[in-house]
């Protein structure tokens, strides 16, 4: 695999960024690509390692060595071809994933680990630049009719498994337009939007029916699902967790994703521009330390922020791998992506106690306290307050970015679904099997907020199970998750 002690040779790299003071002007996608004999250099880094444990990081199986070992000797097509016979869209994976896989790298040990995912989104852009990349378009039809209730990135994956089987698939969309949390939950530094058109475009030619503006269960009646051989939910987890204190309703506290879904559309849309929640010269607080905060930091920056403050409730992470996750578990270890290095104050331990507000219920600051934590065996952390650490913050735009609680409750009431004690509709991962025989579920849906690479693989194993259901058998892949090892 690769070149021989090619890690010993080459250093890793990645390609690069936009400077910051050019980047926040704009809100395209800023990373300067590898030139390609450089990229096929990294590739030569991936060792002869005996057991790949890059493939258990990975939630998709993804055959890392294999197509590494491809772009080492030039066989970018060849590469492809590995990479899509796990993942349908690398192009999405390559640019948001955190790369479970490299932090299971065996090379990790003693090195920098291979940039499997930079690598990865290299093979799917030059595919699409030779255009290699082309519908595939079943040779027959079975009859079966499918609906798809969600279409992001679980949905997006599960159609198209089951359309190259033969089903006739139709995925339902609230939204204008398609694609999910990719669509208007990613900013689009992150994640152009013709990225998703492209592919999406490919779906159509390969016989996908697309319904936007439908919201099953509102405008769209769910006793029409009957219409259909099987249903699959890929409707994501979107109701979003607020703090429960004193002026959380005051304007001013706003949800994270409307503030993001809100500046995505208005980019598409001069119309909208008014509905924007603008940070322009406001003192702006993320509270909340994961991804979603970092793209409203990102945000709040080009919207031109008078300041930038994030708050998180848990400790600092070490700048090294904790000996509490060894190699090769996905470590607890201190994340900067590239919005924190466009501006901003990270605060660790910090816990917001009242939003306070002016006489016309507007937000003006916040007062919050330190806090630390103390671990008690057989019961959960304990949040200990620190006496005599109160703090006054001014802010005028205070953005919850605190995760997800589950999936909306009107549409499984509606279809008598029962839900699991994480209030996520309950299916088996044995095979995503609903309580309601023919509905099937997958995607955050099931499994709770997590990676855009975990609703990629439940959508392709949601599609085996449906597909045995519908014909007794299968032919779509599967994977056993249960040796995962990452994420």
Not at 303 to 322: C, D, L, Y
Not at 387 to 410: N, Q, R, V
Not at 437 to 450: L, W
Request: glycine share 10%; charged share 25%.
């Amino acid at each position: 695999m690769g070149e021989l002690g090619g890690f010993k040779k080459y250093e890793r790299k990645q390609e690069g960024n936009i400077a910051v003071k050019e980047r926040i002007k704009h809100y395209r996608e800023f990373t300067k690509p590898l030139h390609i004999q450089e990229q096929q250099k990294q590739g030569s880094r991936c060792m002869d390692c005996g057991i790949p444990f890059c493939h258990s990081g990975c939630p998709l199986g993804n055959l890392i060595p294999d197509f590494n070992d491809l772009v080492h000797r030039g066989e970018w097509k060849q590469a492809l071809e590995i990479l899509h016979a796990t993942n349908n869209f690398p192009e999405f994976t390559g640019r948001l994933c955190p790369a479970p896989c490299e932090q299971a790298c065996v090379l990790g040990l003693i090195d920098e680990p291979v940039s499997i995912e930079n690598i990865e989104k290299s093979i799917v852009e030059k595919g699409f630049e030779e255009g290699w990349i082309v519908p595939q378009k079943p040779t027959k039809r079975t009859g079966k009719t499918i609906a798809i209730v969600g279409s992001g990135p679980a949905g997006l994956a599960a159609a198209q498994q089951l359309n190259r089987v033969g089903h006739s698939v139709v995925v339902f969309e609230r939204d204008d337009q398609i694609g999910g949390l990719l669509r208007y939950g990613i900013p689009n530094f992150k994640l152009e939007k013709e990225i998703i058109d492209r592919r999406v475009d490919i779906l159509k030619e390969e016989g996908i029916e697309f319904r936007t503006n439908v919201n099953v269960g509102v405008n769209y009646p769910v006793a029409s699902l009957k219409d259909f051989d099987a249903v699959l939910l890929s409707g994501g987890a979107t109701m979003s967790r607020s703090i429960p204190i004193k002026g959380n309703k005051a304007k001013g506290v706003v949800q994270a994703m409307d503030f993001l879904t809100r500046q995505t559309k208005a980019l598409f849309d001069e119309k909208l521009q008014k509905n924007i929640i603008n940070a322009k010269g406001k003192n702006v607080i993320v509270i909340g330390g994961g991804d979603t905060g970092s793209d409203c930091i990102g945000t709040s920056n080009r919207q031109g922020a008078k300041s930038v403050t994030n708050f998180e409730i848990m400790s600092k992470p070490p700048s090294e791998r904790s000996v509490k996750t060894p190699w090769p578990f996905w470590p607890m270890q201190l994340k900067t992506s590239s919005s924190h290095d466009e501006g901003c104050d990270r605060n660790w331990l910090i816990s917001t106690k009242e939003f306070l507000t002016n006489d016309k219920g507007e937000l003006y600051a916040l007062k919050t306290v330190e806090v630390s934590w103390r671990t008690i065996p057989g019961q959960r952390s304990q949040i200990i307050e620190k006496e005599g650490s109160e703090k006054i913050w001014p802010c005028d735009l205070a953005l919850l970015a605190l995760g997800f609680t589950g999936p909306e409750k009107s549409l499984p009431e509606q279809l008598g679904l029962e839900l699991d004690t994480r209030t996520n509709i309950k299916a088996s991962e044995k095979d995503y099997k609903t309580n309601i025989s023919g509905i099937f579920t997958a995607g955050d849906m099931r499994r709770g907020q997590s990676l855009i690479v975990w609703a990629i693989s439940e959508g392709r194993q949601a599609a085996h199970h449906i597909d045995s259901y519908l014909m007794g058998f299968s032919s779509l892949p599967l994977k056993d998750n249960n040796d995962l090892i990452g994420a």
